[in-house]
């Protein structure tokens, strides 16, 4: 089975199933289908599907709209919702479903048993599943392996595999990403390995590789973005203790960072998102010493409060109402030039100043229905730069020029000595 599979994917005579086309699963298709792979994807979304098969991207992905419209009028790239469909006429199934936090902040794998029912439906001897969506080391071998196997009475190994290939993309540019971040693969078998191995130097025949066991792959995936994670909360701890030594926190770091081998440190700012915010929860899940992931988020999530409360404190130095003052901000997406709002930092300031201001007016260049940038600037007495977006760099002219009279820069990214009328505030900054 093995040596077939392998030979239908290095002669390409295989059909890749993705089932999934979300952030993660789309971009996937979309690029190998570029490279002339046949690839089928399922996404129970049915506006999702109309809309890529219209050959529009239904979010930010830097070449997924070019991808896709070449892709499904070539025909590489069939999207449907008729998962079956595409379980049954795939040799190697990739599973990109999504896998969030519940409200009890423990994984929510609701899409992936979902999934898991539709394969288990099918005949999937001789095919290989590939489970790229983030989880917790032990799900490949634990609840995917266990449910196949009950399911369909096959046996893994010998009718059909699985291995574990995590996601390591950084949103919003998986489609120059796949390219180059090295895939963590592991398969049960050692065999499998070689299989997505070939599938991956499809798209680059000089993609790194590094072969580990299903549980090494699930738990390195998790690391990496826990240690990203952990490292923007020290940077914000950072720019407290810097605070509070009357220390700007961005000098300090440069100066730290400058031409010195081992780092950098990160500059401080908003951390959040649908990956970031999530895989602590996975990592720990079922641990009882999580508590440095869990000090991580609490820094983190409390960043939003904290500067709120800087900004309440500014309002009150400059006879600001802070019920009653006219309040712009600026981003509601979870990062820089994102259109994501999951687990948004911004978001979280918006409903935070919403709970007493009702006067609050939003600008977000990736978010329709937002208010424009000149309207929010210039109906408001109180301007948070909430996003990082690179739209609102050099924007200090434009703030200066409105009603804007205290400016409150979640990013210390504005140069305060461009304000003169315009009262500024940054995270981390000391004017
Ligand atoms: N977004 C990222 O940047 C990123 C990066 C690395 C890893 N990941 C991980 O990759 C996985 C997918 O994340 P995402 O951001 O693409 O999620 P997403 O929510 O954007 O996409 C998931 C898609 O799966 C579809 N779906 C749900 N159940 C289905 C079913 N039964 N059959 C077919 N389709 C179904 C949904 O409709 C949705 O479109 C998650 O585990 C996530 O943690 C995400």
């Not at 499809?202 to 699930?218: F, G, M, N």
Request: hydrophobic share 40%.
């Amino acid at each position: 089975m093995i040596q077939e599979l392998l030979d239908k994917v290095k002669n390409n005579k295989f059909t890749l199933g993705v089932l999934g086309l979300g952030r993660v699963g789309l971009p996937f298709a979309a690029t190998f289908a570029h490279h002339g792979i046949k690839v089928l994807g399922a996404d129970i979304n049915k506006s999702h599907i109309e809309k890529i098969l219209s050959g529009k991207a239904p979010f930010k992905d830097v070449h997924l709209e070019d991808f896709i419209k070449e892709t499904v009028s070539n025909k590489n790239l069939i999207p449907t919702t008729d998962t079956s469909m595409v379980i049954k006429n795939s040799d190697i199934i990739v599973i990109t479903v999504g896998t969030p936090i519940n409200n009890s902040l423990q994984p929510d794998y609701s899409q992936l048993i979902s999934v898991l029912d539709e394969i288990a439906k099918q005949d999937i001897k001789n095919k290989l599943v590939v489970m790229r969506s983030t989880s917790s080391p032990g799900t490949l071998e634990g609840l995917v392996r266990n449910t196949l196997e009950k399911k369909t009475g096959l046996v893994e190994g010998k009718d059909f595999l699985l291995a574990a290939c995590p996601e390591r993309i950084v949103e919003g540019k998986a489609t120059i990403e796949l390219y180059e971040v090295p895939e963590m693969i592991g398969g049960i078998q050692e065999g499998t390995n070689n299989i997505v191995e070939a599938l991956f130097k499809k798209l680059d025949s000089k993609k790194e590789v590094i072969r580990v066991k299903p549980e090494e792959a699930e738990l390195a995936k998790l690391f990496t973005n826990v240690y990203r994670y952990v490292n923007f909360a020290l940077a914000n701890e950072f720019a407290m203790i810097a605070n509070e030594y009357g220390l700007d926190a961005h000098r300090v770091i440069d100066a730290a960072n400058f031409k010195y081998k081992r780092g950098p440190i990160p500059k401080p700012g908003l951390v959040g998102g649908p990956c970031l915010t999530k895989d602590g929860y996975f990592m720990s899940h079922g641990m009882t010493h999580s508590d440095f992931i869990l000090l991580a988020w609490k820094i983190n999530e409390h960043l939003p409060y904290y500067i709120v409360n800087q900004m309440k404190k500014e309002m009150a130095n400059l006879n600001l109402d802070i019920n009653k003052s006219k309040i712009g901000i600026l981003g509601l997406t979870f990062k820089s030039g994102s259109d994501n709002l999951i687990h948004s930092p911004s978001k979280k300031i918006v409903d935070i100043v919403g709970a007493f201001n009702d006067k609050i007016k939003v600008h977000d260049p990736y978010i329709p229905d937002t208010y424009a940038l000149g309207e929010t600037l210039d109906g408001s007495d109180v301007v948070i730069l909430a996003t990082n977006h690179p739209e609102f760099k050099d924007l200090e002219d434009k703030i200066e020029k409105s009603r804007c009279k205290l400016l409150v820069d979640c990013w210390g990214m504005l140069d305060p000595s461009k304000f003169e009328k315009v009262k500024y505030i940054g995270f981390g900054r000391v004017v």
